[in-house]
């Protein structure tokens, strides 16, 4: 029987991905292992690795990288914590593949550490553009490690090839976040209401984090958003979740807490993947700069307000509306949103990212990688050109 690590490291990942780990924990042909990082070891972002283990889940190994926000060194001794352990961890344990999604940087070093042990990895999510953020080059980076590739549109699929992967071994499975927002079982609004209070006036939910691959500061750019929110806030609710811990996360939590008491708005440290779904599906839209609100929530058809650069590239549908990150812009946004016009536009919209049986593709794509009998030296695809570089 093959040996399946999985390795995630923040709550987001690990709600794209619950359904095909349940998936694959009940196929009897493989032996599926879970190592825990990130986000979910530290009290600061809720010790999530509690619902991984609600679910019903064994973790094996829980790997604290002593996460610390407040520069780009401090990510960067989280990182090299992070590679030592799972560098150690790998020389202990035997796996026949190593499956990890996205583009954080704690998943970046448990890929240099299993491409070091000549461990075939598996990649969900990749080929995508975040130009605002160190995921864009963490994401294509960990893209060149990795032998199984799942991407989420045919685009991201040809990209991949244009990095010099081989077409046999890159598929466009869809993304599963769009898919769990249609097949998860979600909260009852009732269930949310006992847990996090009523939700009897129009509200948004709020996700907010920092953009680290451009100049501006991240107290700015979260006092732009709360100075549009104020103006809001007679009209409508707002729930916030926690940012994630990407540099700079720390000051956009503090300013928000601050918001949040003084207007006594909900702050929500994480929420586990079905709630947050839900939360969503009540609401009238969703703010902030959350890859979610790109792949995830436009399958519930409610808006997206995609503030700034931090998902400059990605492929998005027409329940998002783009906008730079200004106070007026995010207060025209918000009418926009909830205007008739736009509502006709959402009744209408299709979620570029879903595509049919995607966790039963996901799961047939991997099990068929990991029961090879052998894998050949991993090879640069050259695409033919017609023309003289």
Known sequence: MKNLLYVTGSRAEYGIMKRLLLALNNDDSIELTIAVTGMHCDEKYG??????????????KLIDIQIDTSNNTKILQSMSICQAEFGQYFQDNKFDAVMILGDRYEIFSVAIAAAMHNLPIIHLHGGEKTLGNYDEFIRHAITKMSRLHLASTEEYRRRIIQMGEHPDTVFNTGSLGAENSLQMNLSSKNDLEKKFGLLNKPYFMVVFHPETLTNTSPVDQVNELLSALEVERDKYDFIFIGSNSDTGSDEITKSVRIFCEKYKFRYMTSVNP?????????????????????????????????????????????????????????????????????????????????????????????????NQDSMELKCFYDIKVDYEI
């Open 47 to 60: 010790l999530t690795y509690k619902n991984i283990e609600n679910d019903g889940f064994i973790i094996d």
């Open 274 to 370: 079905e709630e947050y779904l839900a939360l969503n599906k009540y609401s009238i839209g969703l703010i902030g700069n959350s890859s979610s609100g790109l792949i995830e929530i436009p399958s519930l058809l409610i808006p997206t307000i995609n503030i700034g650069d931090r998902q400059k590239g990605r492929v998005r549908g027409a329940t998002v509306i783009d906008i730079k990150c200004d106070k007026n812009a995010i207060i025209d946004a918000i009418e926009l949103s909830q205007s008739v016009e736009f509502k006709n536009i959402l009744s209408k919209a299709v979620n570029p990212y879903y595509k049919e049986n995607a966790l039963y593709q996901a799961k047939e794509h991997i099990l068929n990688f990991i």
